[in-house]
């Protein structure tokens, strides 16, 4: 069997071309899609994050990373899905209420999908209704919301209230984030959690879905 | 009274209007809009030590021509002089002359990027504070030729599509305050909603806040009085802003 380091490499690298074409090859070479999603996708996306962390990797590198991720797993996808394989955890997520900017929001997504999460991306200006359907209907068991503005971040807080009030608050986990969110923000109005990048947000959101209910 | 009037650049032409027709005697100090780009600590340091270099002895209070700009001045610390500030997310309430109208307005006008004289005349960063902006500290301060060169052809189109232009964005407002020379503002903002193919329109401004600022007029449903040994905090309510006691230490002797 072909040794795939170099789907690792090219996710690393942010070679979108080369991590579809390599997961294909792969696949067609008769490898188990989950060996590949967990032994060289998942890891190459802990590298990234690793790299950001230490200020090696810059946003750009984030996202060519993911979309490199992205594109590989597309492939993978419909055979995940044949095989009955479960993502770790379902995040529905979007920018709330007032809030268009999406720049976060989608890089957070991009890395969570690359961590292994199944994304429900709800995109922006996405109303308390949205989220509680989205756990309703689509079974997310994380929320995460994006602010970038302070005018918008008290539809964090009625977002949160609308979960509670629709009864499903107990069922999934609030992650927040943005340029003014704080921890003390995310105390203040009941938030399962607070990330300051897209890269934490994989560890806080991998954390609080192994945390008991 | 006698005041001192700290400033975001933004304002330049309204404060400058406002304090020449003021009862007050007031000096007035401009600071660069630049600060907002580089973060709410970095730029909370620089506006402090500006209100630290004020000889408060000459001076019944510091004003603020400042929103809470991002958390950018969460934590200022009054001395030992009153400081005063609008309540305000941001300059826009300033220019429209209360907070609810501004909510409003952003409510119904999702998308909306305003354009006032100094937006205009001084909403580029430049100089320093350029170089120090979040967006250079985090890579997204590239043109599309040095993204080509440094992530390949392919990579560069993604990243140009996904980190600039003004995605979401859809409407160019003026506001108009009735101190400019004429309408050379104005039709510049046409022109910049017509090449990027945005909505356009234009509102009247209101000076009467800014106006109260520098009169003395310090409603507390409008403005928040930060006195001697209290510092500026965020309500993340529809008051924004609110003072708190600095807590002193205690240390054992």
Same mark, same amino acid.
């Given at each position: 069997?072909?040794?795939?380091?170099?789907?690792?490499?090219?996710?690393?690298?942010?070679?979108?071309?080369?991590?579809?074409?390599?997961?294909?090859?792969?696949?067609?070479?008769?490898?188990?899609?989950?060996?590949?999603?967990?032994?060289?996708?998942?890891?190459?996306?802990?590298?990234?994050?690793?790299?950001?962390?230490?200020?090696?990797?810059?946003?750009?590198?984030?996202? =060519?990373?993911?979309?490199?991720?992205?594109?590989?797993?597309?492939?993978?996808?419909?055979?995940?899905?044949?095989?009955?394989?479960?993502?770790?955890?379902?995040?529905?997520?979007?920018?709330?209420?007032?809030?268009?900017?999406? =720049?976060?929001?989608?890089?957070?997504?991009?890395?969570?999908?690359?961590?292994?999460?199944? =994304?429900?991306?709800?995109?922006?200006?996405?109303?308390?209704?949205?989220? $509680?359907?989205?756990?309703?209907?689509?079974?997310?068991? =994380?929320?995460?919301?994006?602010?970038?503005?302070?005018?918008?971040?008290?539809?964090?807080?009625?977002?949160?209230?609308?979960?509670?009030?629709?009864?499903?608050?107990?069922?999934?986990?609030?992650?927040?984030?943005?340029?003014? $969110?704080?921890?003390?923000?995310?105390?203040?109005?009941?938030?399962?959690?607070?990330?300051?990048?897209?890269?934490?947000?994989?560890?806080?959101?991998?954390?609080?879905?192994?945390?008991?209910? | 009274?006698?005041?001192?009037?700290?400033?975001?650049?933004?304002?330049? !032409?309204?404060?400058?209007?406002?304090?020449?027709?003021?009862?007050?005697?007031?000096?007035?100090?401009?600071?660069?809009?630049?600060?907002?780009?580089?973060?709410?600590?970095?730029?909370?340091?620089?506006?402090?030590? %500006?209100?630290?270099?004020?000889?408060?002895?000459?001076?019944?209070?510091?004003?603020? #021509?400042?929103?809470?700009?991002?958390?950018?001045? %969460? #934590?200022?610390?009054? !001395?030992?002089?009153?400081?005063?500030?609008? &309540?305000?997310?941001?300059?826009?309430? +300033?220019? +429209?002359?209360?907070?609810? &109208?501004?909510?409003?307005?952003?409510?119904?006008?999702?998308?909306?990027?305003?354009?006032?004289?100094?937006?205009?005349? !001084?909403?580029?960063?430049?100089?320093?504070?350029?170089?120090?902006?979040?967006? &250079?500290?985090? #890579?997204?301060?590239?043109?599309?030729?040095?993204?080509?060169?440094?992530?390949?052809?392919?990579?560069? @189109?993604?990243?140009?599509?996904?980190?600039?232009?003004?995605?979401?964005?859809?409407?160019?407002?003026?506001?108009?305050?009735?101190?400019?020379?004429?309408?050379?503002?104005?039709? !510049?903002?046409?022109?910049?909603?017509?090449?990027?193919?945005?909505?356009?329109?234009?509102?009247?401004?209101?000076?009467?806040?800014?106006?109260?600022?520098?009169?003395?007029?310090?409603?507390? &449903?409008?403005?928040?009085?930060?006195?001697?040994? @209290?510092?500026?905090? %965020? %309500?993340?309510?529809?008051?924004?802003?609110?003072?708190?006691?600095?807590?002193?230490?205690?240390?054992?002797?």
């Amino acid at each position: 069997m072909e040794d795939l380091k170099q789907l690792y490499d090219a996710i690393v690298e942010g070679n979108a071309n080369k991590a579809k074409s390599l997961t294909t090859d792969a696949l067609a070479a008769g490898m188990d899609p989950q060996d590949i999603l967990n032994k060289y996708m998942i890891p190459a996306m802990d590298e990234v994050g690793r790299l950001f962390e230490i200020n090696e990797y810059f946003v750009p590198e984030l996202l =060519i990373s993911a979309r490199a991720m992205k594109s590989a797993l597309a492939i993978l996808k419909p055979r995940l899905t044949a095989t009955g394989a479960k993502p770790i955890g379902k995040v529905a997520i979007g920018t709330v209420k007032g809030d268009l900017h999406d =720049i976060g929001k989608n890089l957070v997504a991009a890395m969570l999908e690359g961590g292994g999460f199944e =994304i429900i991306d709800l995109g922006v200006d996405v109303t308390p209704e949205k989220f $509680v359907n989205a756990v309703r209907e689509k079974g997310a068991n =994380i929320i995460a919301l994006s602010a970038l503005l302070t005018t918008t971040m008290p539809s964090m807080k009625t977002t949160v209230e609308g979960l509670k009030e629709a009864g499903v608050r107990r069922q999934v986990k609030v992650i927040i984030g943005g340029a003014p $969110v704080t921890q003390k923000y995310a105390d203040e109005i009941g938030a399962d959690g607070y990330s300051d990048n897209a890269s934490s947000a994989v560890a806080l959101a991998r954390r609080l879905v192994n945390e008991p209910k | 009274m006698r005041l001192k009037l700290i400033s975001c650049e933004i304002f330049y !032409r309204e404060m400058c209007h406002a304090v020449a027709s003021s009862p007050n005697l007031i000096d007035i100090e401009f600071l660069p809009k630049g600060l907002h780009d580089i973060g709410s600590a970095p730029m909370l340091q620089r506006v402090q030590q %500006t209100l630290d270099k004020v000889d408060e002895s000459l001076y019944d209070a510091v004003i603020f #021509g400042y929103g809470l700009c991002n958390n950018g001045l %969460t #934590g200022l610390r009054a !001395r030992t002089i009153p400081v005063v500030l609008p &309540r305000a997310h941001d300059c826009i309430t +300033l220019f +429209l002359g209360n907070k609810e &109208r501004y909510l409003d307005y952003f409510n119904s006008h999702l998308g909306t990027y305003f354009k006032t004289s100094g937006w205009i005349e !001084r909403g580029e960063a430049s100089g320093e504070l350029s170089q120090l902006s979040i967006q &250079r500290q985090i #890579g997204m301060d590239k043109s599309y030729d040095e993204l080509v060169a440094k992530y390949g052809e392919d990579n560069a @189109q993604y990243l140009y599509e996904t980190l600039y232009g003004y995605k979401n964005y859809s409407q160019l407002t003026y506001i108009e305050m009735g101190i400019e020379p004429g309408d050379i503002f104005e039709q !510049r903002t046409i022109n910049e909603a017509a090449e990027k193919g945005w909505g356009y329109e234009k509102i009247q401004g209101d000076m009467s806040l800014i106006q109260r600022l520098v009169d003395g007029y310090w409603d507390e &449903r409008e403005f928040l009085i930060v006195k001697p040994g @209290q510092y500026v905090n %965020t %309500t993340f309510g529809a008051d924004i802003i609110r003072a708190d006691q600095i807590e002193v230490v205690n240390r054992p002797k």
